[in-house]
Structure formats: structure tokens, C-alpha cells
């Protein structure tokens, strides 16, 4: 804990939205070569949502207004939006921009955050510095990300991977810094930046009629090697968090991990010593929504009555980038 910190940064807010469509494994059976065992086993995906209308500010719109209800709270008391997501609307204007408007937070200013699978630890992070500095009362910090706009459904390596979601925490001061955000380990290397990336729409390669038919405009992953690092990146970090705070595996109410592969999550709970009921997992009704998974299951469980005040959790993402990275807090709310 930093010593001349006043505040610590809580979540005392919480909202998310997943779209109606839904693609199960079936569904890919008929449109590449894949069994429902294989996607189950090899990554414990059962179905992903699909938003058929709209772009990623309809889905962070509509999980803002969630929690806004949820709430009671209006958008004019709303500081920041902070959007995690890989999946813009657009270059710019930034998507934060886009879901002031649409939810109404005329008093409010905002950014969007690139970190791909990491994106909502870091703007969690980023927000709680907003939050700690006494610069902000009130900030949205939302996971959104239209994965299927740039999932190539011809390519059974990945497309059974990805889904379309968006969930979203209120964070808030409290004097009580045995609450809220207590450390981070946050980390990126851009020498994995070709393991997991989508090549064309840059300023390197800006969309042409050449970008186009290379096929450029798509997530391209190197399943395999990208496996290798996120087991151990997020194992190590999870392990590095609770040793750096002195946290026993029965001090953890639960590991939030990023949901990209059943079988990453289990790496990382067995690095850690806790059992698999403390592990939180939406994997198998949504898949890899990117920025959306860590926030969406906490929103899930807390709205199921399964967390409680003073509960110890360790959130842990690894995503393109590469990035990664694990943060510990202290949850203040009943
Ligand atoms: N259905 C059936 N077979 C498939 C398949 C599918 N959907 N996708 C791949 N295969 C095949 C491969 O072609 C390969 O066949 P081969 O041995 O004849 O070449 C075989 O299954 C094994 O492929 P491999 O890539 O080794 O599988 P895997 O066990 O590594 O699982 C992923 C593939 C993509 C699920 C896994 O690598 C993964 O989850 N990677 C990381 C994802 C991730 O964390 N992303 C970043 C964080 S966001």
C-alpha cells in the first residue's frame, strides 16, 4: 500500500450487456472443420454472442446504462469513461466519446484504452490512479468488444474463440484504504506483437483493395505460441501478486482471470494453490469477449450473491501485445 495515498479507488457499481444471437458449437460445425468436443475440450467453449446490429458503443452503451440503473445514478454525475477495447466504432473519435453521448454524461470527459485482452485490468488500474490522485469522484471503467467484426469465420483455428459483450464497474473514493485497489503488476512486450494481431487498417498497412484480399482486416493468432506465454505470463504474475503481498491461496476469496482457454485458467489457479470454486468462469456461455471477460464475471457473480465484503480477489489478464499483468483488491461493497 502506498503510504501518502488518501484515497483508495472501490467498485460500488456494476452493469453489463451480452447481445440476444447466440453461436454455439454446432454452429461452427456446419461452417469449418470442428467438433463440438474438440472446441469444448480444447478450449471449454460451449457458445459466444453475436451483436448483428450496432458497433461496440452499443454494447458499452448498454451495459453503462445497466449499471446507471442498477444504481439509480445519473449520467450527469459521471466523471470519466474509460473504454477497454481492441474493437473501436472507429480511429475517432474514441468510443468513450461516443457512450457519453448515448447515455447522456455531459459532465464528463474520456478516453479509449488499447490493451486488447488486458484492456480492462489496465483502465482498471488507470482508474483507480484517476480515483487515488483525488482528480476524479466518479469513472466508468468499461470492457467492450465487438470480436465478430474482425473474426474470420473461415479460419477454425480462431473463429470459435471469440464473442461480442461489454460489462463495466463504477469506481468511487473511500478513505478506508483496507478497501478498493490494493497493487498491481502490470506488464506489456511488443516482441509479441506479431504472435497475436490484425496486419492491415493502420497507419502501416491503411486499408487498400490489396489489404483487402490478403485478408488483412481479421485477428490473425498464433494459437500455439500465444498458449505457451499467456500460461506462463499469467501463471508467474498471479504467483508474483500474491507473493509481493504476503497472501496465503486460503486468503483468496477468488482468482478473475481473463477467459481466453479453459485450460490457461486452470494453469493459473494451479501456479497459485486454489482450488477450482474459487476460480471465477463465464468462458463457456461467452467465450473470449477480450476486454469484456474479467468485468462481465465479476458482474455475474456479484449479482448471483457470491461476493462479499472484505472477499480478497485477484484479477489476472494476458492478451496481444504482448500484454499482462494481475491486481489484487479488496471488495467493498455487499
Ligand atoms: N477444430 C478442430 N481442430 C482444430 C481446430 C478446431 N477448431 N483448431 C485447430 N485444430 C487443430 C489444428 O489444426 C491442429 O491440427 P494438426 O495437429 O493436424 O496440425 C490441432 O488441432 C492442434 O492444434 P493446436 O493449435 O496445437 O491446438 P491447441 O491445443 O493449441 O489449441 C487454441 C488451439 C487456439 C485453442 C489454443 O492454442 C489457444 O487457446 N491459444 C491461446 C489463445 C489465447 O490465449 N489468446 C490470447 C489471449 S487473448
Known sequence: MTKHKKYNAIITGLGMYFPDKVLDNAYFEKIVDTTDEWIRTRTGIVERRMLENGATSDLATK???????????????IDVIIVATVT?????????????????????????????????????????????????????????????????????????????????????????????????????????REALYMKGGGSLYPSTHKTVDNNMHVIYQDGKAVFKVAVKGMADVSYEIMQKNNLNPEDIAYLVP?????????????????????????????????????????????????????????????????????????????
Not at 473511500?174 to 506488464?187: F, M
Not at 471477460?293 to 489478464?317: F, H, N, W
Open 63 to 77: 451495459a453503462a446504462e445497466d449499471l446507471l440503473r442498477s444504481k439509480n445514478l445519473s449520467p450527469e454525475e
Open 258 to 334: 481473463h477467459q481466453a482457454n479453459l485450460r490457461i485458467i486452470d494453469a493459473t489457479a494451479e501456479r497459485m494453490g486454489i482450488s477450482k470454486d474459487k476460480v471465477m468462469i463465464n468462458i463457456q456461455k461467452y467465450g473470449n469477449t477480450t476486454a469484456a471477460t474479467i468485468p462481465s464475471c465479476l458482474v455475474e457473480y456479484y449479482r448471483e450473491g457470491k461476493i462479499k465484503k472484505g472477499d480478497k480477489i485477484i484479477l489476472s489478464a494476458f492478451g496481444a501485445g504482448y500484454t499482462w499483468g494481475a491486481s489484487y483488491l479488496v471488495w467493498a461493497i455487499d
Open 88 to 192: 473501436p466504432d472507429m480511429f475517432f473519435p474514441a468510443t468513450a466519446c461516443l457512450v457519453q453521448e448515448n447515455i447522456g454524461a455531459k459532465n464528463a470527459w474520456g478516453f479509449d484504452y488499447s490493451a486488447a485482452c488486458s484492456g480492462f485490468l489496465f483502465a482498471y488500474h488507470t482508474g483507480c490512479a484517476l480515483i487515488e490522485s483525488g482528480r476524479a469522484k466518479k469513472v466508468l471503467v468499461i470492457g467492450a468488444d465487438k470480436m465478430t467484426a474482425i473474426t474470420d469465420y473461415k479460419n477454425r483455428n480462431n473463429c470459435i474463440l471469440f464473442g461480442d459483450g461489454a460489462a463495466v464497474v463504477l469506481l468511487e473514493p473511500t478513505e478506508d484504504l483496507n478497501y478498493g485497489l490494493q497493487d498491481s503488476i502490470l506488464r506489456v512486450d511488443g516482441s509479441g
